[in-house]
Structures are given as C-alpha cells and as structure tokens.
T-cell receptor, first 113, second 114 residues
Framework: GEDVEQSLFLSVREGDSSVINCTYT??????LYWYKQEPGAGLQLLTY?????DMKQDQRLTVLLNKKDKHLSLRIADTQTGDSAIYFC?????????????FGRGTSLIVHP | ETGVTQTPRHLVMGMTNKKSLKCEQH?????MYWYKQSAKKPLELMFV???????ENNSVPSRFSPECPNSSHLFLHLHTLQPEDSALYLC?????????????FGPGTRLLVL
C-alpha cells in the first residue's frame, strides 16, 4: 500500500460540515499537514499538527490526530462553494535528516448548493 | 511580486524538443524543490536543492535536468521527453532543508508532450 492514503472524492451540501480522512504508515511521523489545491493553482498549506498533539482548531478548520491508529482528519465547518478543491494530506519525519513531506493522492471536495 | 512564481504556466512540446521550466521565489528561502503531479497519483518529489546544491535526486530520468544558479531561481531543462511525462510540474521552496519547514508552492507548469 501507499504511505499516505485518502479517499479520492467527497461531496457535501453547502452549509454542512465536511470531514476528509487520511491514514499514514510511518510511526515516526513528526508533522502532519493538510494542503489545499484550487484549480490551476499550486498547493497551499492550510494547517499542520505536531504528532504530540491530538487536535488543532483554526477558525472553520479542525484537525484531529489519532496517533495510535495513524489516522488524521480535517473537518471544515459550514462548508462553502469556495471550499471546493483538492485536499492533500501529508506527513513528514526526520528520515535521512530531512522533513520533506510525503503526500497522499488528494481528496476532491465538491460542494453543491 | 511575492511568493513562488513559475513560467510558463502551460507548455506543449514534441518529443524531440528542448524546453526549460523556470521557478523563482521571492521569500528569501534556501531550499527549492521540483515535484511532478500526475492525475490520480501521489505528488512525486523529483529534485531538492539546498543553498544551490542538489541534495536529492529521486531516480529521475536523465531527460530531466535541473539547474539552480542561485537560491532564488530553479530551472528544469527538458529534452526528448515521452508522452507519459505529461503532468503538472510544481516548484516549491522552504526556509531550509533538514528542518520541519513549511513548503510554499508555485502555481505549476502544465506540460503536454505530444
């Protein structure tokens, strides 16, 4: 299997909450990230969490980390049409002396009225 | 201009052509990266430069040749590419390599090889 896995698609109604899930395999992961990619654009860092935390909240975004199960989730409250994008989960650890992230394939979030 | 810029944004080339992709960062970062993004595949790290020195080359075919003349500029020279090289090529930068730094991405160059 892949090092970072996430479902490919998620469809929600505007105003509902969205939850995007991710699992990873590296137990030495130190940092876990969520990136957003809008059409025609590069990846934009949304938020990240240290592995010694289990939750981080930033306005409409809530990140939950279950280190035991190696499961990361991103919850977007009151989802808007502008949230439609591809969301990438990534993890990094100090393997080989670098913290270069390993990315998942991305989850396409579709928000419909 | 701020952030990470890439030119051209779109490129169509034949298999016998030679072209170059350019990346420029205005963030004062020391590390720069090339990624390949193909449909339905994870983001693939291609090359890493730290203080203009190449630190990683992830088994990339020699038809891709990177160049980093200074910490602000990164090029990817392309020659005799294959149709399967068609993808979005993303450049990124971070403050340093070897520490947990946030990467900042450019908008990418959409490459089509005919």
């Amino acid at each position: 299997g892949e090092d970072v896995e996430q479902s490919l698609f998620l469809s929600v109604r505007e105003g509902d909450s969205s939850v995007i899930n991710c699992t990873y395999t590296d137990s030495s992961s130190t940092y876990l990230y969520w990136y957003k990619q809008e059409p025609g654009a590069g990846l934009q860092l949304l938020t990240y969490i240290f592995s010694n935390m289990d939750m981080k909240q930033d306005q409409r975004l809530t990140v939950l980390l279950n280190k035991k199960d190696k499961h990361l989730s991103l919850r977007i409250a009151d989802t808007q049409t502008g949230d439609s994008a591809i969301y990438f989960c990534a993890e990094s650890g100090a393997s080989g002396g670098s913290y270069i992230p390993t990315f998942g394939r991305g989850t396409s979030l579709i928000v419909h009225p | 201009e701020t952030g990470v810029t890439q030119t051209p944004r779109h490129l169509v080339m034949g298999m016998t052509n030679k072209k170059s992709l350019k990346c420029e960062q205005h963030l004062g970062h020391n590390a720069m990266y090339w990624y390949k993004q193909s449909a339905k595949k994870p983001l693939e790290l291609m090359f890493v430069y730290n203080f203009k020195e190449q630190t990683e080359n992830n088994s990339v075919p020699s038809r891709f040749s990177p160049e980093c003349p200074n910490s602000s500029h990164l090029f990817l020279h392309l020659h005799t590419l294959q149709p399967e090289d068609s993808a979005l090529y993303l450049c990124a930068s971070s403050q340093d390599y070897g520490s947990p730094e946030t990467q900042y991405f450019g908008p990418g160059t959409r490459l089509l090889v005919l």
